[in-house]
């Protein structure tokens, strides 16, 4: 007989215990799932013993977002009709890249791309992503390539000023996979990317590349729950410990990584529901862009003047303040934001808004804008597809429409 902890990804279990076991392997207790959610310890504890019925679908979905759980049926046990969250489809291009990172580059007959061309072909890349609808299918067939030869180009680096200068290209590749690789199903892949960019970042002595690494870092322990928390804000704070002396005489993009940085703290205490921290990072940020001229835009984070809207809603959204996000969605412009996946992000963030507002149409129509912006983006995003479920089961015969046509569209059902 095993003492072995069951695994709900396998084994037949209850709800109750299912929610045990993932509220565990994230680290959370059952005071912190049970505020997160709007209940309290002893309900969480109803709900794990069995005491408790399993809650209706929109507080189902709270509780996978609280998670990040990857599926919901992970923890419904329900596998009739799986519905990927926080993991979404993997691309069909993700093999491609899972293979040029994985691949060890130790010799090679031909000879490396300058890291002029290579930061130029980067360049080129970070443009078609912010363009394209479909960003994740134009950054896949690009990535693969640009991993061998930035891999390549450190390797054959014959001084160290120049392996320096090929580490920095070899980190913004690296940087850039993560954008495509985020939200796939494949979380190791993901690690050992972030890892990978944060030691090539280090060697090159970079102040902006170790600061676009960290910020990548920081997002991916945030995006694993709130038992990681406390590991974003350890990189966040070492990461702003090391940049903000230089501010004086920094750059645009020493300065514009320095504010994305001090948003991501704000973002992170804001999922931690301090309400105080988070908007005062929020104002610190606003300041060092209100630094940047009024149309830089930063090709990594797209920080700049025209974010800090966005980011307010994201900070009364992750608070859950659902008034003050609708107010924060009013005073926004989406349009002045360059990046069409980013654009898509926060019309997502909007339609969180006026979802805790009670405004399920006004949400859905959103999501519908967020689609045309960026159909990749919303496709991965988990909020969005929990308010498409919650409202796929609307007493409302139109909305209940609508939401299932955002469904099919997103793959959550079939046509």
Do not use: C
């Not at 010799?107 to 394209?132: C, D, K, V």
């Not at 129509?365 to 988990?382: C, D, K, P, V």
């Amino acid at each position: 007989m095993s003492n072995a902890t069951p695994d709900p990804y396998s084994d037949p279990l209850a709800f109750g215990q299912r929610l045990q076991i993932l509220r565990t392997r994230r680290g959370v207790t059952r005071d912190q799932l049970g505020g997160l959610v709007g209940r309290s310890g002893s309900w969480v504890k109803g709900l794990e013993t069995g005491r408790l019925q399993t809650p209706k679908l929109a507080t189902m979905l709270r509780i996978a977002e609280v998670l990040r759980v990857r599926d919901l049926s992970d923890l419904t046990g329900d596998q009739s009709m799986p519905v990927a969250l926080f993991a979404g489809p993997g691309h069909p291009r993700l093999g491609a890249v899972r293979a040029a990172v994985d691949a060890l580059t130790l010799t090679s007959e031909r000879e490396a791309p300058s890291t002029e061309h290579l930061s130029a072909r980067l360049s080129r890349a970070w443009t078609a992503r912010h363009s394209s609808p479909k960003h994740r299918e134009v950054v896949g067939e690009l990535l693969p390539e640009l991993i061998r030869d930035a891999q390549l180009a450190v390797l054959q680096a014959e001084t160290g000023t120049r392996r320096r200068a090929a580490q920095a290209v070899l980190a913004e590749v690296y940087s850039l996979s993560q954008f495509f690789i985020a939200y796939q199903p494949d979380a190791s892949l993901l690690w050992r990317v972030a890892e990978r960019g944060m030691v090539a970042a280090q060697e090159s002595e970079d102040p902006h590349t170790i600061g676009v690494t960290a910020w990548l870092s920081a997002q991916a322990h945030r995006d694993a729950g709130p038992g990681h928390f406390d590991a974003a804000d350890a990189v966040t704070s070492a990461a702003l410990a090391y940049l903000k002396p230089m501010l004086p005489d920094a750059s645009d993009d020493v300065v514009a990584i320095t504010g994305a940085l001090t948003f991501e703290a704000g973002y992170t205490a804001a999922r931690r529901a301090d309400t105080g921290t988070a908007w005062r990072y929020w104002d610190e940020a606003g300041r060092l862009a209100d630094r940047l001229p009024s149309e830089y835009f930063h090709p990594v984070t797209s920080f700049g003047r025209a974010i800090m809207g966005a980011h307010a809603v994201t900070v009364a959204v992750e608070l859950r303040h659902g008034g003050e996000s609708v107010r924060q969605s009013a005073a926004s412009d989406a349009t002045t934001i360059r990046s069409r996946p980013r654009r898509a992000r926060h019309r997502i963030e909007e339609a969180r808004a006026y979802h805790l507002d009670g405004q399920p149409d006004v949400a859905l129509a959103t999501l519908s804008q967020a689609h045309e912006a960026a159909s990749e983006t919303i496709r991965y995003n988990g909020y969005a597809k929990m308010i498409v479920l919650e409202e796929s089961e609307s007493k409302v015969p139109q909305r209940r429409q609508r939401a299932a046509e955002l469904a099919v569209k997103l793959g959550l059902l079939a046509a």
